[in-house]
């Protein structure tokens, strides 16, 4: 039946569908991993400290979750499992690893979903992100490269990473001192993932030619992305926390040089830095240590230049 659903979404979108393609396509990169990120990290550095703290928990969390989810049931694309299927081309590109959960689904849900369940918010803006958590996910279907079960779970389980990442945290703010132990939980839960997603068996299946249909390996490179970016969070929260405590407040004009500041260094990690890294440390490593990497950066090494800059930038003007 999902695959009959998918194939009533190709026609539709083969035939009429073009205008809603464009949109929809748009609405499936606000699930990428990467544009999250960014939308989170500049949330954390400019906008409020707090929540951007718990959405980068929540969202590494998920990332692990998807990932160990993925490799532990292995489902394939539904063009692997239908060559009727016929996905969109420019949605292809960002269908990586297996199929179920759907990782952009998860990511709507992280960023949109984890706001949405946020106490304070307005009711309109609830309503819209909601909207968003919705869009993101069916945007998958109708490109062809997800099934409902994968879109479902996936929002279902994004959601329910952060709302007990919002408990976690308000326990942690009631026990301080409990930071330390979650921290080395959360990289005892990475360093696991990892273990598992490199360790266990993988399906062999061929196609009539004797191709190999789906490399285990390869489709289990989005989870050692998680294990970085969560590992990373852990260690990088627990460092700021306690040793740099930076703020986000300051006039609009200073927030928005932070925020020019902070993209522009994350742009020399990812398309320099991070490059070069991969091309000499292949495989599972390089993902790990660049991912690793742009995490380190986000939560504790750039925080930390704008604390050293206002101390400077005070004791000049002392």
Request: proline fraction near 3%.
């Amino acid at each position: 039946m999902d695959i009959e659903y998918l194939l009533g979404l190709q026609s539709f979108r083969e035939g009429v569908g073009g205008g809603l393609t464009e949109f929809l396509s748009k609405m499936t990169w606000f699930g990428e991993m990467n544009v999250v990120l960014i939308f989170i990290a500049l949330i954390y550095w400019c906008v409020h400290k707090e929540t951007g703290t718990y959405l980068l928990m929540g969202w590494s969390g998920n990332r692990v979750v998807n990932g160990v989810i993925k490799v532990a049931g292995c489902v394939y694309r539904p063009w692997i499992r239908d060559a009727r299927i016929a996905p969109e081309a420019n949605a292809l590109a960002t269908a990586t690893g297996y199929s179920f959960p759907s990782g952009h689904s998860m990511n709507g849900a992280s960023l949109f979903g984890g706001m949405a369940i946020r106490k304070g918010i307005k009711t309109g803006f609830r309503i819209v992100l909601w909207i968003m958590v919705g869009l993101v996910a069916f945007s998958r279907n109708f490109l062809g490269v997800h099934t409902p079960q994968d879109i479902l779970v996936g929002t279902i389980v994004g959601v329910l990473v952060m709302f007990l990442t919002g408990k976690l945290l308000s326990w942690i703010s009631a026990h301080p001192e409990k930071d330390l132990p979650v921290a080395i939980i959360g990289i005892a839960i990475a360093v696991a993932a990892a273990i598992f997603a490199a360790l266990k068996p993988y399906p062999a299946d061929y196609d009539a030619a004797g191709n190999l249909l789906v490399d285990g390996m390869k489709m289990a490179n989005d989870t050692f992305k998680a294990v970085g970016w969560l590992s990373a969070f852990m260690i990088g929260w627990i460092l700021e926390r306690r040793f740099v405590r930076f703020s986000v407040e300051g006039s609009l004009q200073n927030r928005f040089f932070r925020l020019t500041c902070g993209l522009l260094g994350h742009y020399v990690i990812s398309l320099i830095i991070n490059p070069l890294i991969k091309a000499a440390a292949a495989g599972f490593a390089g993902t790990v240590i660049t991912c690793f990497i742009q995490m380190f950066y986000i939560t504790f090494l750039f925080p930390l230049a704008v604390v050293l800059v206002q101390k400077r930038r005070k004791t000049v003007e002392g």
